[in-house]
Protein backbone atom coordinates (compact mmCIF):
# COMPACT_ATOMS: atom_id res chain seq x y z
CA UNK A 1 0.00 0.00 0.00
CA UNK A 2 0.97 3.45 -0.75
CA UNK A 3 1.29 5.48 1.33
CA UNK A 4 -0.14 9.35 1.57
CA UNK A 5 3.14 10.66 0.92
CA UNK A 6 4.10 8.81 -1.85
CA UNK A 7 1.07 9.42 -3.33
CA UNK A 8 1.43 13.39 -2.86
CA UNK A 9 5.09 13.05 -4.06
CA UNK A 10 4.06 10.70 -7.25
CA UNK A 11 1.22 13.61 -7.98
CA UNK A 12 4.04 16.26 -7.60
CA UNK A 13 6.67 14.97 -9.72
CA UNK A 14 5.20 15.64 -13.16
CA UNK A 15 4.90 19.21 -12.09
CA UNK A 16 8.59 19.15 -10.98
CA UNK A 17 9.78 18.14 -13.96
CA UNK A 18 7.80 19.92 -16.16
CA UNK A 19 8.70 22.95 -14.24
CA UNK A 20 12.65 22.20 -15.01
CA UNK A 21 11.61 21.38 -18.77
CA UNK A 22 9.89 24.77 -19.58
CA UNK A 23 11.72 27.82 -18.17
CA UNK A 24 9.98 30.70 -16.61
CA UNK A 25 8.19 32.82 -19.06
CA UNK A 26 10.10 36.04 -18.63
CA UNK A 27 7.71 39.21 -17.09
CA UNK A 28 7.00 41.90 -19.85
CA UNK A 29 9.21 44.68 -18.78
CA UNK A 30 6.96 48.04 -17.00
CA UNK A 31 7.09 50.88 -19.65
CA UNK A 32 8.75 53.66 -17.06
CA UNK A 33 12.01 51.56 -16.96
CA UNK A 34 11.89 51.02 -20.83
CA UNK A 35 11.54 54.77 -21.19
CA UNK A 36 14.34 55.22 -18.55
CA UNK A 37 16.18 53.21 -20.05
CA UNK A 38 15.81 54.91 -23.40
CA UNK A 39 16.89 58.10 -21.86
CA UNK A 40 20.01 56.77 -20.70
CA UNK A 41 20.99 55.69 -23.93
CA UNK A 42 23.26 59.12 -24.97
CA UNK A 43 25.24 57.51 -28.27
CA UNK A 44 24.96 54.61 -29.35
CA UNK A 45 26.58 52.59 -32.55
CA UNK A 46 25.58 49.02 -34.06
CA UNK A 47 25.94 46.91 -36.98
CA UNK A 48 22.28 46.02 -38.19
CA UNK A 49 20.67 43.79 -40.66
CA UNK A 50 17.54 45.86 -42.25
CA UNK A 51 14.56 43.95 -44.01
CA UNK A 52 12.78 46.42 -46.39
CA UNK A 53 9.30 46.62 -47.05
CA UNK A 54 9.75 45.00 -50.28
CA UNK A 55 11.46 41.96 -48.63
CA UNK A 56 14.74 43.00 -49.71
CA UNK A 57 17.55 43.13 -47.26
CA UNK A 58 20.38 45.81 -46.14
CA UNK A 59 23.15 46.10 -43.54
CA UNK A 60 25.09 48.46 -42.37
CA UNK A 61 26.24 50.77 -39.24
CA UNK A 62 23.77 52.62 -37.35
CA UNK A 63 24.87 56.13 -34.93
CA UNK A 64 22.44 57.73 -32.71
CA UNK A 65 23.18 60.73 -30.84
CA UNK A 66 20.45 61.81 -28.55
CA UNK A 67 17.84 63.56 -29.10
CA UNK A 68 17.27 63.71 -32.32
CA UNK A 69 20.15 62.40 -34.16
CA UNK A 70 20.79 58.77 -36.12
CA UNK A 71 22.89 58.27 -38.82
CA UNK A 72 22.46 54.57 -40.92
CA UNK A 73 25.69 54.09 -43.44
CA UNK A 74 24.75 50.89 -45.56
CA UNK A 75 27.02 48.61 -46.93
CA UNK A 76 28.02 48.06 -50.47
CA UNK A 77 26.13 51.26 -51.07
CA UNK A 78 26.18 54.46 -51.44
CA UNK A 79 22.65 55.02 -49.62
CA UNK A 80 22.67 57.40 -46.60
CA UNK A 81 19.99 58.33 -44.12
CA UNK A 82 20.75 61.70 -41.55
CA UNK A 83 18.20 62.82 -38.95
CA UNK A 84 19.63 66.25 -37.41
CA UNK A 85 18.21 68.60 -36.97
CA UNK A 86 14.68 68.17 -37.33
CA UNK A 87 15.23 67.16 -40.52
CA UNK A 88 15.50 63.31 -42.33
CA UNK A 89 17.52 63.34 -45.27
CA UNK A 90 17.69 60.32 -47.24
CA UNK A 91 20.62 59.99 -49.99
CA UNK A 92 19.89 57.46 -52.65
CA UNK A 93 22.34 57.38 -55.90
CA UNK A 94 20.23 55.25 -57.64
CA UNK A 95 17.33 57.93 -57.36
CA UNK A 96 17.79 60.86 -59.51
CA UNK A 97 15.60 63.36 -57.86
CA UNK A 98 18.33 64.19 -55.50
CA UNK A 99 18.18 63.50 -51.78
CA UNK A 100 14.53 63.42 -50.25
CA UNK A 101 14.17 65.57 -46.65
CA UNK A 102 11.38 64.38 -44.37
CA UNK A 103 10.54 66.66 -40.77
CA UNK A 104 11.52 64.42 -38.37
CA UNK A 105 8.46 64.88 -36.24
CA UNK A 106 6.42 63.12 -39.19
CA UNK A 107 8.63 59.89 -38.62
CA UNK A 108 7.88 57.27 -36.08
CA UNK A 109 11.45 57.22 -35.52
CA UNK A 110 11.30 60.39 -33.37
CA UNK A 111 10.01 58.64 -30.50
CA UNK A 112 12.88 57.15 -29.55
CA UNK A 113 15.10 59.69 -31.09
CA UNK A 114 13.00 62.44 -28.85
CA UNK A 115 14.98 64.19 -25.67
CA UNK A 116 12.55 62.58 -22.91
CA UNK A 117 11.17 59.31 -24.17
CA UNK A 118 7.44 59.29 -22.03
CA UNK A 119 5.71 56.08 -22.53
CA UNK A 120 3.49 56.56 -20.25
CA UNK A 121 1.82 59.22 -22.00
CA UNK A 122 -1.75 59.01 -22.73
CA UNK A 123 -2.45 57.23 -25.90
CA UNK A 124 1.24 56.37 -27.07
CA UNK A 125 1.58 52.94 -26.63
CA UNK A 126 -0.70 51.07 -28.03
CA UNK A 127 0.22 47.19 -27.29
CA UNK A 128 3.11 46.26 -24.50
CA UNK A 129 3.20 42.51 -24.34
CA UNK A 130 5.55 39.51 -23.70
CA UNK A 131 6.41 37.80 -26.55
CA UNK A 132 9.26 34.84 -26.86
CA UNK A 133 11.57 36.01 -23.36
CA UNK A 134 10.96 39.23 -25.29
CA UNK A 135 9.22 42.76 -24.33
CA UNK A 136 7.18 44.21 -27.04
CA UNK A 137 5.71 47.88 -27.39
CA UNK A 138 4.03 49.73 -30.10
CA UNK A 139 4.35 53.20 -29.65
CA UNK A 140 2.92 56.37 -32.08
CA UNK A 141 2.54 60.05 -31.65
CA UNK A 142 -0.59 60.38 -29.58
CA UNK A 143 -1.25 63.58 -31.26
CA UNK A 144 -0.26 62.34 -35.36
CA UNK A 145 -0.93 58.40 -35.07
CA UNK A 146 -0.88 58.84 -38.33
CA UNK A 147 2.15 59.30 -38.85
CA UNK A 148 2.93 55.44 -37.94
CA UNK A 149 4.14 53.77 -35.52
CA UNK A 150 7.12 52.06 -34.08
CA UNK A 151 6.82 48.53 -32.16
CA UNK A 152 10.51 48.23 -30.38
CA UNK A 153 11.45 44.66 -28.72
CA UNK A 154 13.31 44.64 -25.77
CA UNK A 155 15.27 41.44 -24.15
CA UNK A 156 15.86 41.45 -20.20
CA UNK A 157 17.98 43.03 -18.53
CA UNK A 158 16.28 45.62 -20.70
CA UNK A 159 18.06 46.15 -24.26
CA UNK A 160 16.52 47.47 -27.44
CA UNK A 161 16.91 44.30 -30.57
CA UNK A 162 14.69 45.71 -32.77
CA UNK A 163 12.74 47.85 -33.62
CA UNK A 164 9.82 47.89 -37.06
CA UNK A 165 8.44 50.92 -38.10
CA UNK A 166 5.19 51.17 -40.51
CA UNK A 167 5.45 54.42 -41.94
CA UNK A 168 2.11 56.68 -42.79
CA UNK A 169 1.59 54.36 -46.07
CA UNK A 170 1.91 51.28 -44.23
CA UNK A 171 5.01 50.17 -45.24
CA UNK A 172 6.79 48.26 -42.74
CA UNK A 173 10.88 48.55 -42.02
CA UNK A 174 12.02 46.03 -39.91
CA UNK A 175 15.68 46.97 -38.30
CA UNK A 176 17.75 44.15 -36.16
CA UNK A 177 20.38 45.90 -33.98
CA UNK A 178 24.01 44.17 -33.64
CA UNK A 179 25.78 44.73 -30.03
CA UNK A 180 25.69 48.29 -28.97
CA UNK A 181 28.32 50.05 -28.16
CA UNK A 182 27.03 52.55 -25.98
CA UNK A 183 28.60 56.13 -24.45
CA UNK A 184 31.31 56.60 -27.00
CA UNK A 185 31.79 60.13 -28.30
CA UNK A 186 30.36 60.25 -32.05
CA UNK A 187 31.22 63.39 -34.27
CA UNK A 188 29.02 66.33 -35.00
CA UNK A 189 30.36 65.12 -38.53
CA UNK A 190 28.30 61.86 -38.90
CA UNK A 191 25.05 64.18 -38.53
CA UNK A 192 25.91 66.47 -41.19
CA UNK A 193 25.52 65.66 -45.34
CA UNK A 194 27.92 67.10 -47.67
Not at 103 to 114: D, E, H, V, W
Amino acid sequence: MIGVMNIRSLALAPALVLGLAFPALAEKIPLGEISRYLNSLKTVSSEFTQVNADGSISTGTVYIRRPGRVRFEYNNDKTLMVASGGTVTVVDPKSNGGPQKYPLSKTPLSIILAANVDLGRANMVTGHSEAKNSTVVTAQDPEHPEYGNIQMVFTSPTELRQWVVTDDSGQKTTVILGEMRKGASIADSKFVIR
